[in-house]
Nanobody, 123 residues
Framework: QALLVESGGGLVQAGGSLRLSCVAS????????MGWFRQAPGKEREFVGA????????GYAPPVIGRFTISRDNSKNTVYLQMNRLKAEDTAVYYC????????????????WGQGTQVTVSS
């Protein structure tokens, strides 16, 4: 079955950077659009960004535009989330997910999910 495993989370000071990785197995990775979501305590899971299966298109949520960048390496079945100029409000558990819909922004559009990685930004 499909398995997505995130890594790269941690504690960082405001203004710093982190790079999250998500390795996929058990699915035809290069045929899926990949997305990143996050969920802060007491809040709903929200869309962060997504990348199409060939990396020709990306989409981002307004709060992260200009700070976060999604990329993928289909030869490694891996998607990345580069996060720069981090803010305290970026603190959340970050999830990667796989979708057969291009640049899907809704949770229900994603078929497979990772277990999440914690990102904590100290102010």
């Amino acid at each position: 079955q499909a398995l997505l495993v995130e890594s790269g989370g941690g504690l960082v000071q405001a203004g710093g950077s982190l790079r999250l990785s998500c390795v996929a197995s058990g699915l035809a990775f290069s045929t899926y659009a990949m997305g990143w979501f996050r969920q802060a305590p007491g809040k709903e899971r929200e869309f962060v960004g997504a990348i199409s299966w060939r990396a020709s298109n990306t989409g981002y949520a307004p709060p992260v535009i200009g700070r976060f960048t999604i990329s993928r390496d289909n030869s490694k079945n891996t998607v990345y989330l580069q996060m720069n100029r981090l803010k305290a409000e970026d603190t959340a558990v970050y999830y990667c997910a796989a979708s057969l819909s291009a640049i899907a922004r809704k949770v229900e559009d994603y078929a497979y999910w990772g277990q999440g990685t914690q990102v904590t930004v100290s102010s």
